[in-house]
């Protein structure tokens, strides 16, 4: 059984950064696909980031470019994302996924969810 559990959300003022983890259950995990993704109320979700198995692809949205970073520790089956320069309009619940590897690489969709951690920022 694959599980995903968030942590380190919370509300902070604009300009803050905050730091979130994403601890996996037993799984193979390090040949997985690994992605934040944000839902804010009355909006889509939204992928924020991904990185790939081995760490040394990563992809981020527009908007969180130069402000966020993913990372990867395979040892200790933990995600990340470091979020800096907070801005009001990252406000969101935070969701952690994982997918694995295909033959082209990170797939479009995730099976394997988090249930989330609540981001506030505040103006």
């Known amino acids: 059984q694959v599980r995903l559990v968030e942590s380190g959300g919370g509300s902070v003022q604009a300009g803050g950064s905050l730091r979130l983890s994403c601890a996996a259950s037993?799984?193979?995990?390090?040949?997985?696909?690994m992605g934040w993704f944000r839902q804010a109320p009355g909006k889509e979700r939204e992928k924020v980031a991904v990185?790939?198995?081995?760490?040394?692809?990563?992809y981020y949205a527009d908007s969180v470019k130069g402000r966020f970073t993913i990372s990867r520790d395979n040892a200790k089956n933990l995600l990340y994302l470091q979020m800096s320069s907070l801005k009001p309009e990252d406000t969101a619940v935070y969701y952690c996924?994982?997918?694995?590897?295909?033959?082209?690489?990170?797939?479009?969709?995730?099976?394997?969810w988090g249930q989330g951690t609540q981001v506030t920022v505040s103006s």
């Open positions: 990185i790939t198995p081995g760490g040394g692809i990563t």
């Open positions: 037993e799984y193979t995990y390090s040949s997985s696909c």
């Open positions: 996924a994982a997918e694995p590897l295909r033959y082209f690489g990170c797939p479009g969709t995730y099976t394997y």
